[in-house]
């Protein structure tokens, strides 16, 4: 028998919609949903390797509990009322001694989320956790400084650009299906793309215009364009002058910063950054200069990220064809969005966060998501008070966090780890329970509700039946929180229940995502009026330049520029970043991936290597104020000299995880664990290292 089930990807979180050809009870074939626009019936090399995973022998297969030393990588299989009840109880007695908040829970953002934040909130814990600090949380907190929304609020309309420029935004390697093909459509019809990056990546071999910057120096460059473009008059002067407040304050403070003075600071000429001004201001507004993610990752990011999406403002980009726009819900259509169980009324909380975000020692990360890498801190030191358990749903606190041995010594520190992982992950094998979940082929999902241009709504929905002893995530909690007596805030018996109540008042049912996997509540897009309409959501109700959000919080808008000093005494900065083969430090065991990217090697310079006696290919042991590592040199004179870099998710220790053990260097081995105080996000590239042949 063959059938073809309409569904979503999940083999990274940016969950492509996918149809998917099921023969028999086996999945055969994956593709992109070609009834999405965007989409073409194309997927990524993960995505196509989602197969592996569903048949990966490897995986978790049923519950288990732990019977060696922690990380012993020795388990024994358990049913899951034992693995359950053990977890219940352990939680209980937690609970009980120390008071819900210390127990926290963190994991990467899903589409049931809005579960665990529910079990949380139950047990009266404020400390349920997120990735996004990790990924963007300086990108969230810049784009709430200066339009009053988060970055997750917006999108970027690809697809009717004129010209974009990416900081290190490796936008062809670490991907997205729909974004590239957005992109090159654009691309194909003449659109013009500068990538900025101290490393020569697939995205730069594509560029019309490619600068290999000095890393950590992109503010000083965009201080230089936004220089010349108010000097010259370059900007929007409609739309700034509706739409923005603080314009001659920016000016005031960009008037020293010449493309004369970004030349020795980037090591980008001059006449070329005025020559950008000058293009990019022709397409205006269809242009984007991309927020970016991972890209200038420092302690001062947040004003990278504010200093780039004030370009956008200068050009007028901010809700424009070609540029970014803010993601229209199911109201603007006189729709109704979806339940979440979050919209339940819960006990109050009186303790602060374990990442004290919220208080005025972290006053500005956005407490939606927290901030993660505050968590070893927060258990070695006890402070703000004593954390006893830790559930990882989906994330990897030792893989994700800088400064591995740190983050091991503060787990190693809980009464209770538990782990809802499909892998024999790093922390699942420091887990005192492993409960697995059925993959994303196996389980029916929440509803992903996507705001955009146009509102739709999208359906992970079950291929085939669980191969092995899992359940999925919202029924994992359900059974948890019923044995510590909060059982009625999950009013439902299995996933098909759940998302049925979730489509309550919507009009819309189960059976509507059957023939194309997803609804839209409107068929046009919408934008708002930019002479009249656009609603930011600062206090003034303009974009702020000179921004509310931070002077109200003590900290400036305009800070004076610390230049970056050059590196020196045989010191490297070292970068990571990611492949278009592998998911951060999910997939590196998938059969198919790992045969192709089995492990990462260290990009340096070739002046540098021959300096000291490094061959191309040879192995080099790398060393850091944190940890040191041995990993393969790979030269080039592809990278700039001040920087080394290395892909991010190798150097895995789970044994049980066999392909990748011990397969390459885990950055966070190296990777001391940095902030920026006000934005939010780790400062992945403030670490130094030195590199010598082995
Ligand atoms: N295949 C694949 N795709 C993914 C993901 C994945 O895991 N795999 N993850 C997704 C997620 S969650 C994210 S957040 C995004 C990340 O998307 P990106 O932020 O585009 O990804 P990275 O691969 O981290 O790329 C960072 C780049 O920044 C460069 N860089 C380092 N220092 C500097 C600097 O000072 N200035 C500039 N301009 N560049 C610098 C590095 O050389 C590197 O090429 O990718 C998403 N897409
Ligand atoms: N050192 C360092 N740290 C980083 C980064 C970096 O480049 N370097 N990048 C940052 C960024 S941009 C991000 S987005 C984060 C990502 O951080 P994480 O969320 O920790 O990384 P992932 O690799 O996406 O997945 C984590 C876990 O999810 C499991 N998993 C996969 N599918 C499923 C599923 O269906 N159900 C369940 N329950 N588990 C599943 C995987 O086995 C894996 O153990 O890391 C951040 N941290
Ligand atoms: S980008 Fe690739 S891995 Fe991520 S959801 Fe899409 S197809 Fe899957
Ligand atoms: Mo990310």
């Known amino acids: 028998m063959e059938k073809e089930v309409y569904s979503l990807c999940f083999m990274c979180s940016v969950r492509c919609p996918i149809r998917v050809l099921v023969k028999d009870g086996q999945v055969k074939w994956i593709e992109g949903n070609p009834h999405v626009a965007g989409m073409e019936g194309s997927l990524c090399p993960r995505g196509a390797a989602g197969i592996n995973m569903l048949y990966d022998d490897q995986r978790v297969k049923g519950p288990m509990i732990r019977v060696g030393e922690r990380g012993s990588g020795q388990w024994r299989a358990a049913d899951w009322d034992e693995a359950l009840n053990l977890v ?120 019309h215009r490619y600068w290999m910057i000095r890393p950590g120096t992109d503010l000083a460059l965009n201080y230089s364009l936004i220089h010349v473009i108010l000097k010259e008059r370059l900007y929007d002067a409609q739309y700034t002058a509706k739409w923005v407040s603080g314009l001659n304050a920016l000016r005031e403070f960009t008037s020293i910063h010449t493309p004369q003075w970004a030349e020795q600071e980037t090591g980008i000429p001059a006449d070329e950054i005025v020559e950008l001004a000058h293009e990019i201001s022709k397409d205006k507004p269809s242009v984007i200069f991309h927020f970016g993610y991972r890209g200038a990752s420092h302690t001062n990011e947040i004003y990278v990220r504010r200093s780039i999406m004030m370009l956008n403002a200068l050009m007028g980009s901010v809700e424009a064809e070609g540029g970014f726009f803010f993601k229209k819900g199911p109201e603007a259509e006189g729709g109704k969005s979806v339940h979440k169980l979050t919209q339940q009324e819960f006990p109050e909380i009186e303790q602060p966060r374990f990442d004290k975000v919220g208080t005025k020692d972290f006053p500005l990360p956005d407490p939606n998501h927290g901030v993660a890498q505050m968590l070893p801190h927060a258990i070695l030191n006890k402070d703000p008070y004593p954390i006893k358990a830790l559930i990882a749903y989906r994330f990897d606190p030792l893989m994700s966090i800088p400064d591995y041995k740190n983050n091991l010594k503060a787990i190693n520190e809980l009464d209770l780890i538990v782990a809802i992982d499909v892998n024999y992950s790093d922390i699942a094998d420091y887990a005192d329970v492993i409960l697995p979940e059925s993959t994303y082929l196996e389980r029916t999902d929440c509803i992903q509700q996507a705001n955009g241009l146009k ?52 009009g819309f049912s189960m059976e509507d995502f059957k023939s194309k996997g997803f609804v839209s509540y409107g068929s046009k897009q919408i934008f708002w009026d930019r002479k009249q309409g656009l609603k930011f959501k600062t206090p003034s109700g303009k974009i702020e330049f000179k921004s509310s959000l931070l002077e109200d919080a003590g900290f400036e808008s305009f800070p004076a520029y610390q230049p970056v000093p050059v590196t020196s005494n045989g010191k490297f900065r070292l970068t990571v970043g990611r492949t278009a083969l592998h998911t951060h430090v999910a997939t590196q065991n998938n059969a198919y991936l790992n045969y192709i990217v089995p492990e990462n090697s260290l990009w340096i310079n070739v002046k540098k290597a021959e300096e000291l006696g490094i061959q191309d290919g040879a192995w080099v042991e790398i060393t850091s104020k944190a940890g040191s590592g041995r990993i393969k ?51 992945l590239h403030d670490t130094f290292v030195t590199v010598k042949p082995v």
Request: glycine share 10%; with cysteine.
């Open 88 to 207: 219940g109880r352990k939680l209980g007695e937690i609970i009980d001694k120390h008071g819900g908040h210390s127990v926290v829970l963190g994991e990467r953002t899903q589409l049931a989320t809005h579960v665990s934040k529910t079990f949380l909130k139950a047990i009266k814990s404020p400390n349920h956790f997120t990735h996004d600090a990790l990924c963007k949380g300086s990108v969230n907190t810049a784009c709430r400084s200066l339009f009053g929304y988060t970055d997750g609020q917006m999108g970027i309309h690809y697809k009717k650009t004129k010209h974009i420029v990416l900081y290190g935004r490796n936008i062809f390697e670490s991907m997205s299906v729909k974004e590239v093909n957005n992109l090159m459509y654009a691309l194909e019809n003449g659109a013009k793309m500068t990538y900025i990056d101290p490393r020569v990546t697939i995205t730069a071999t594509k560029a």
């Open 455 to 506: 509102p739709q709504l999208f359906l992970r929905k079950q291929t085939i039946s669980p191969r092995y002893d899992t359940y999925e995530g919202a029924i994992i909690l359900k059974q948890i929180g019923e044995r510590l007596g909060i059982g009625s805030y999950f009013p439902y018996n299995n996933m098909d229940d759940l998302v049925k109540w979730q489509l309550e008042g919507t």
């Open 633 to 683: 040199a790979k030269v080039t004179d592809l990278i700039h000299p001040e920087t080394v870099f290395m892909l991010h998710g190798f150097g895995h220790r789970a044994k049980n995880a066999k392909r990748s053990y011990k397969k390459g260097v885990m950055d966070t081995m190296l990777q001391e664990n940095l902030t920026d105080k006000i934005g939010g996000s780790p400062a």
